[in-house]
């Protein structure tokens, strides 16, 4: 999960401060493109948020980006 915490008030001002952590090793079977989209939409001042027209535009979405050809271990599907 981009952001975590045990305790519910630390966790909300993480979310406000748009602090994600993508560093868990479950994101290591994400693509770059989805890594890259994922931080994009997460960040917390809409002035610096990725756009509509950029969302429609972005790689992972669009289809305009080459496919791993790397095989995922075994429930690496089931852990993210």
Known sequence: ???????NFKL???IKAGKCDLSDKNWDYV????IDLVKRLLV???EKRISRDELRDHPWLSGK???SDEILPFGAENSI
């Open 65 to 67: 980006f080459k496919a």
């Open 44 to 46: 917390s001042n809409p």
């Open 12 to 14: 909300f001002e993480l």
């Open 1 to 7: 999960m981009p952001f975590e915490s045990e305790d």
């Open 31 to 34: 693509s770059p493109q989805v």
